[in-house]
């Protein structure tokens, strides 16, 4: 019994999903000043964001667009950071695919936790932006965006 119980132990083990760089984000992350930033980033963002938007960033289908090589996403940090704190209506174009969702404002995030959040988003999935700092926050929150 006792050398059964071992086994399916050691094959559970060996059957149990790998951590990869595409799951562990953060690991493409050298500066530490950005993974400062970057750490508390990806842990709102699973909570404020990964819901819909998934944590590998992909979305949902058609009903929510990717934020994952998106062009929209790329286009403007300013317009990302007005998004996340002031939410989004009406029709977008993300990499070729009209999506219609509202999304939800979210007007309790401070600027240092959106900061955070962009940071984390805008130094992963190939992207390299550095440190997106809560006075630049505050600043893009001043001016909406030209959408």
Not at 54 to 75: H, V
Not at 134 to 145: A, R
């Amino acid at each position: 019994m006792r050398r059964l119980l071992i086994c399916l132990l050691l094959g559970s083990l060996a059957c149990s999903p790998k951590s990869t760089n595409e799951e562990n984000a953060l690991a493409t992350i050298s500066d530490p000043e950005i993974m400062k930033y970057a750490v508390q980033g990806k842990v709102l963002y699973e909570n404020y964001c990964g819901n819909c938007h998934q944590n590998d960033g992909k979305g949902l289908g058609k009903l929510i667009p990717p934020l994952r090589d998106s062009d929209y996403f790329k286009a403007s940090i300013h317009r990302s950071v007005w998004i996340m704190r002031h939410g989004q209506k009406g029709e977008i174009l993300v990499n070729g695919e009209i999506y219609n969702q509202a999304m939800p404002a979210n007007p309790n995030l401070k600027p240092l936790e959106i900061a955070q959040i962009s940071t984390y988003l805008y130094n992963i999935w190939g992207m390299n932006e550095g440190i997106i700092s809560s006075s630049d926050v505050e600043k893009y929150l001043k001016e909406k965006p030209e959408f």
